[in-house]
């Protein structure tokens, strides 16, 4: 019989990588196993987990959020002809910027391992305790947070810092100033939306609405990247490190 339910533990369990992610000096989240394949943190669980709710969603009928690019219709900015003129130039402080506030606005995602929902059963009629909702404050909040900006006292980059070594890679370390990252990027607050519901339940559902459009913003970026970083003819004194780079911006996708 298929697993449904799961503790808090086990949620954030990780597996027993048989190498640690170690690039450029720096240790970072996840690991990998005996075949040199990355396998991200805390995922020994969680991965079947979601995988087992969302087969079970489409069994009762429901249907998956298409939570791809084609939520967005505007390329990149600079898009990939524009950003590889500027490279091809000299000029790679576009770059850089995008890749710095990337990390830093990944970091602050790290707030939302410490956030407690409400009781979400109190929402619903059915029992919930073997969907993915049962769960928020069972661990799926606090791995997110930690999968963003790390786990507290410890020396093992996250995503931000990933991202600083998918920069520090492409350029070196100190290669520009840090750009100051905007205050905020999700929607500003407009007052109540939908009334009818509890006041809580709407404020996380704009939270997770947000979260949401957060990520297909950086799957954008994914896609970017990694176009940009394989493209023959960019980086050419150094094509093996783009490689690493693109690699790099799997591990975090």
Same mark, same amino acid.
């Given at each position: 019989?298929a697993?449904?339910?799961?503790s808090?533990?086990?949620?954030?369990?990780e597996?027993?990588?048989?190498?640690?992610h170690? $690039?450029?000096?720096?240790?970072l989240h996840?690991g990998?196993?005996?075949e040199?394949?990355y396998?991200?943190?805390?995922m020994?669980?969680?991965?079947?987990? $979601?995988a087992?709710?969302a087969?079970?969603l489409?069994a009762?009928?429901g249907k998956?959020?298409?939570?791809?690019?084609k939520l967005?219709?505007r390329?990149?900015?600079?898009?990939h002809?524009?950003?590889?003129?500027?490279?091809?130039?000299?000029l790679?402080?576009t770059?850089?910027?995008?890749l710095?506030?990337t990390g830093?606005?990944?970091g602050?995602g790290? =707030?939302?391992?410490d $956030? =407690?929902?409400p009781?979400?059963q109190?929402?619903?009629v059915?029992?919930?305790?073997?969907?993915? $909702?049962?769960?928020?404050?069972?661990?799926?909040?606090?791995?997110?947070?930690?999968?963003?900006g790390?786990?507290d006292?410890?020396d093992?980059?996250a995503?931000d810092?990933?991202?600083?070594v998918v920069r520090?890679l492409?350029f070196?370390?100190d290669?520009y100033?840090?750009?100051?990252?905007?205050?905020?990027?999700g929607?500003p607050?407009?007052?109540r939306?939908?009334?009818?519901?509890?006041k809580?339940?709407e404020?996380?559902?704009?939270?997770?609405?947000?979260?949401l459009m957060v990520? =297909?913003?950086?799957?954008?970026?994914?896609?970017?990247?990694?176009e940009l970083?394989?493209?023959?003819?960019m980086?050419?004194?150094?094509?093996d490190?783009?490689?690493q780079a693109?690699?790099?911006?799997e591990?975090?996708r």
């Amino acid at each position: 019989m298929a697993k449904n339910v799961y503790s808090y533990d086990e949620i954030m369990a990780e597996h027993d990588y048989a190498q640690p992610h170690e $690039v450029m000096g720096k240790l970072l989240h996840g690991g990998f196993d005996a075949e040199g394949n990355y396998i991200s943190p805390r995922m020994l669980h969680r991965g079947p987990a $979601v995988a087992q709710w969302a087969s079970n969603l489409e069994a009762r009928g429901g249907k998956l959020i298409d939570a791809s690019q084609k939520l967005l219709k505007r390329d990149n900015y600079p898009n990939h002809a524009q950003q590889k003129f500027l490279l091809q130039h000299g000029l790679g402080k576009t770059l850089w910027d995008s890749l710095t506030l990337t990390g830093i606005i990944e970091g602050r995602g790290k =707030v939302f391992s410490d $956030v =407690v929902g409400p009781d979400f059963q109190e929402f619903f009629v059915e029992d919930i305790s073997e969907l993915a $909702v049962g769960h928020l404050n069972k661990g799926l909040h606090h791995a997110h947070g930690r999968d963003e900006g790390g786990m507290d006292n410890s020396d093992i980059g996250a995503h931000d810092e990933m991202w600083f070594v998918v920069r520090d890679l492409l350029f070196g370390k100190d290669a520009y100033a840090i750009p100051t990252a905007p205050e905020e990027i999700g929607r500003p607050e407009m007052g109540r939306l939908f009334p009818q519901i509890s006041k809580t339940l709407e404020e996380f559902l704009l939270i997770y609405m947000n979260i949401l459009m957060v990520e =297909v913003r950086a799957e954008k970026m994914f896609s970017f990247c990694c176009e940009l970083f394989r493209d023959p003819e960019m980086f050419t004194d150094r094509r093996d490190i783009a490689e690493q780079a693109a690699q790099m911006v799997e591990r975090i996708r």
